[in-house]
């Protein structure tokens, strides 16, 4: 999901929107409320550390996008 999405924006997205989308993914798995995105970031870091991210991966990061906008202004 992270990375189609990051495909379709243009750019990285930061790491704690991966965590987003995992949150609620278990949500919809196991209707659990008791968990916050922050429960999903060690399982995050694993799964990078042992899959990394797709070649096809955009190289600008978010915040350069928002550097940019500011510049424009």
């Not at 899959?51 to 500011?70: F, L, V």
Request: aromatic content about 16%.
């Amino acid at each position: 999901m992270t990375d189609e999405y990051e495909q379709k924006k243009g750019y990285w997205i930061d790491p704690c929107v991966e965590d987003q989308f995992r949150l609620v993914v278990n949500f919809a798995k196991t209707n659990d409320t008791n968990k916050t995105w922050w429960n999903f970031t060690e399982e995050r870091k694993k799964f990078r550390i042992e899959n990394g991210y797709p070649t096809s991966r955009p190289e600008k990061a978010w915040y350069e996008t928002i550097e940019h906008k500011r510049k424009d202004k």
